[in-house]
């Protein structure tokens, strides 16, 4: 271990910071658990699976064609799917195979394991969602191909999930407000597992969410493709719910809400080489809806491109809600013509009613911002909007640069702790540094002791 490693998160931070005004260590200001949270590829236990196509390793090849499907896009190829299914989960080292050149319809399925070791998912081909609502089966209210209980399993492929959600789209309470509000289906669901891979794949059009990653441990995905018209409603790109151990990496996400949303109970979630846009950006939340309790630790977002999108990275909670959201480190970030670029909303409300306040909030605090520039549609491109009897606290606002191409910029701070290093534009002076200066002066001065800078 290091020479850090005695010293609380906490003090850390406030103490390093204080300690960098003098010495000009610009990389110091950071939480070091923070720092070096990194999540490495090999971490996941999955051992190397030959491609199918090499016939080497004694690959079982499960082809949805020799269960009597289609592939016209027309007929019901969902019988064929789940039989071959059946098969490849059972069979250890198969490759459940979608082939290239075709477009199988599937309706709702639910892919259940345990399976055997070593499965493999191959989507070459298309997979298309029925696309009339009214047809929908009720008893798949929320999603549409849903994996859960797989451990070690491969999802590869150049093929594409199509939910041909557009008639959903139009049925959304969002889009018209006499419909009623209720949930559409998510094109991929992968539940309840440990040890996954997600490679390639296109995710489009979806009813509603495209990729839910639920109550999973270990999972990499790499070079997925999400796209959805930016005006589709609810059409979040990935999102990660009570999951932990997870990476995104060279992925790239277009569509009519959040790119990427992380909710309750998920922690060391990665980010790696994200392209945003169309979208509502990338979000922690929300969190706290009815009085719901919110976790979300050890979060990171490592280079990224946000286009023409309503927000940048952000944060958001409702009011009433408890738990908190800590430890998450938004960095290398270019933003282009975003609207809210750096963004914490602690009075969220995403209802047909309007929200009451109340006292009781989800706790946002060790969040640092690092070297995030571009430009802004909206003068306000830094916005801590949070909690008044629940502040935010040790915001970090370093080397941020952001510019709006006609007229001044400007931060927002409502019930907001923290401090800037190094470059601040808009200056973030609205942040109260009463956590450096006043209750933990004895911590910092502990502290410094202790880290030997
Ligand atoms: C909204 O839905 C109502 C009822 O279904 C319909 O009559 C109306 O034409 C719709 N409005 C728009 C703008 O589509
Ligand atoms: C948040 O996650 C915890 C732990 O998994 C769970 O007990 C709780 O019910 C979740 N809250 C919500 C609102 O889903
Ligand atoms: C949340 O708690 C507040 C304050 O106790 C209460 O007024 C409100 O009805 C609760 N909301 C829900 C959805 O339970
Ligand atoms: C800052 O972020 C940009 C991406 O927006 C990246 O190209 C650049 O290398 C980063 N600078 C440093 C010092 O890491
Ligand atoms: C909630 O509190 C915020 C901040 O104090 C205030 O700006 C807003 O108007 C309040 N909203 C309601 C509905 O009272």
Known sequence: MDKFYLVPLLGLLIATHVVAGHMVCNNIGIPEELESLEIEENEVELSEIPSWKSQRGGKVLVNVDSFSAVGDGVSDDTQAFQKAWDVACSTPKSVFFVPQGRSYLVSATKFKGPCAD???????????????????????????????????????????????????????????????????PTALTIDLSTAIRVKGLTIQNSQQMHFVISRCEAVRINGVKVSAPGDSPNTDGIHISESTNVVIQDTKIGTGDDCISIVNASSIIKMNRIYCGPGHGISIGSLGKDNSTGIVTKVILDTAVLKETTNGVRIKT????????????FQNVKMDDVSNPIIIDQFYCDSPT?????????????????????????????????SDSVPCSNLVLSNVDLEKQ?????????????????????????LTSSDKSDELAESIAEDIRHTEL
């Not at 946002?364 to 003068?379: D, F, M, P, Q």
């Not at 409502?414 to 401090?419: L, M, N, Q, T």
């Open 118 to 184: 070593k499965l493999t998912i191959q989507i070459d081909g298309t997979i298309v969602a029925p696309d009339e609502p009214k047809n929908w089966d009720p008893k798949f209210e929320r999603v549409w191909l849903e994996f859960s209980k797989l451990d070690k399993a491969v999802f590869q492929g150049d093929g594409v999930i199509d939910g041909s959600g557009s008639k959903w789209w139009a049925e959304s309470c969002k889009k018209n407000k006499s419909n009623p509000c209720r949930g559409a």
């Open 406 to 430: 006609d007229g001044t910029v400007e931060a927002y701070c409502h019930s907001a702790r923290g401090f800037g290093e190094g470059v601040v534009h808009p200056a973030a002076d609205c």
């Open 318 to 329: 409702w009011q009433g809600g408890s738990g908190y959201v800590r430890g998450v480190r």
């Open 354 to 386: 309007s929200c009451q306040n109340q006292t009781s909030a989800v706790k946002v605090s060790e969040i640092i911002y690092r070297n995030i520039s571009g430009t802004t549609k909206s003068a306000k491109a830094i916005k801590f909007d949070c």
